[in-house]
């Protein structure tokens, strides 16, 4: 790359996400644990990503798996020490890769000293640091606010005759953003990280962060029906997405500015011309607010390409784009489209322009596990029973090899791991050169090595049917993808005269290297990366 390219890491490496709980487990607890994610680092250094962020990691009951912290500047025993955590961090930067920790800034847990402080009594200086408020007349809740996870968002406590607000569960009540010192002990918090050499954050429910100060009641969601989650009777008007909350974003964004290229990623489910507020007015708001539409939206071409286009046109001057294909929330990605799409899938975000977020043992094609009801785990689902809301299936064990408990852990794994590991696992894949982790591997190193894949332009390539295509640019340089996301063979004409490609990469090897021109065929299925000459 030329000397020139002004673009920062966070903008041109791949985002890698580790489920703490779920990658290696070094101590035989059942549970993932740091050292267990050291022992794995030359794994992920070799994968050809650079970038680690771990959810979390800090001391927490566990109500919700680490989202419900109780100490924001320690390391939670069963994950290791600050000691180990000091370590990982300096392995990490000797293989030249950055470390983003997830912050959970909206909500802390009801066992965090500054909630047991609050709930003491209503003249607790604390008090004011979380949403209290007195019933209704009747003795009901202040408003018709719902959790996240079922029921009211409203929870009674007996000895001060108030109501605290939670979006989520009741063991994660959420701070009030609006009071100072809230706003410095929690940027401190910030703060302790950074100092310690953490490369940037991902900030849990972003557009949470702060709610009407009038408490309005929710209006009704006229699309609501059964079959979703009961959260869904209301259009979230007064709850989330309020306009003070960038105010907070700019707060976090000074903090993060005064520390050398860090990046901080804002989790935020929004359509995307409200997504991408978050940029900030002059980019002064989170530098990469999560971009959701690939694991949203339904796999067609026609509906992608719209959302491309449309996130291409509604991104502010400077407004760096990201993608993400996969997470602890929602279906594993080859569930959800298809094994035979999977690797058009990965093609797609690791081509499209923008910073691409990957999600732990989607490099070798995990799938969703099921369940049985008696090993559930994931309060959502316990709490919302039987409506597909379950998340344990995409946080199950990392499948290393094909001995017991795929090399996870000595111990009992606290989920159950995939019925084929014996198959899908690292070691195989390892040595299968047409396996999905090798194919991943040579489109990382493909990526990695071209700028036009990394930071070029994006230039759409009209397709039909099926098919999705466009260029990505970069000096002299031009790559056309084409991927077909439907299971029919379909003729692509590139609309560009004269064209010579040769394929770089494709999930039918067998056109690997092939020189490609005027109208072609394509396999259902079928996506590549070609060169234009
Ligand atoms: C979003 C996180 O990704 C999810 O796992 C968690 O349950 C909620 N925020 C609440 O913190
Ligand atoms: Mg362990």
Redesign the pocket.
Known sequence: MSNLDTHLWWQKDIVYQIYPRSYK?????????LP?IMEKLDYIKELGVKVIWISPIYPSPMADFGYDVSDYTEIHP??GTMEDFVRLLEEIHQRDMKLILDFVPNHSSSEHPWFLESRKSKDNPKRDWYIWKDPKPDGSEPNNWLSVFGGSGWEFDEKTGQYYYHAFLKEQPDLNWRNPEVQEAMLNNMRFWLDKGVDGFRVDVMWHMIKDDQFRDNPPNPDYTENMSPYDKHLQAYTTDQPEVHEIVNKMRKVMDDYDERVMIGEIYLPVERLVKYYGENNEGTHLPFNFQLVLLPWKAREIEAAINKYEGVLPANGWPNWVLGNHDNARVASRVGREQAKNAVMLLLTLRGTPTMYYGDEIGMENVFIPHDKVQDPQEKNIPGKGLNRDPERTPMQWNDLENAGF?N?EPWLPLMDNFKEVNVKNQEENPKSMLNFQKRLIRLRNSEPALHVGEYVPVSSAGNLLSYIRKYSDKEFLVVLNLGNSEETMDPDISGYRALVKISNYPEIENREISGKFSIKPNQGLIAELK
């Open positions: 487990d070094n101590d035989g607890d059942g549970i993932g644990d267990g069963m994950f852990t111990g």
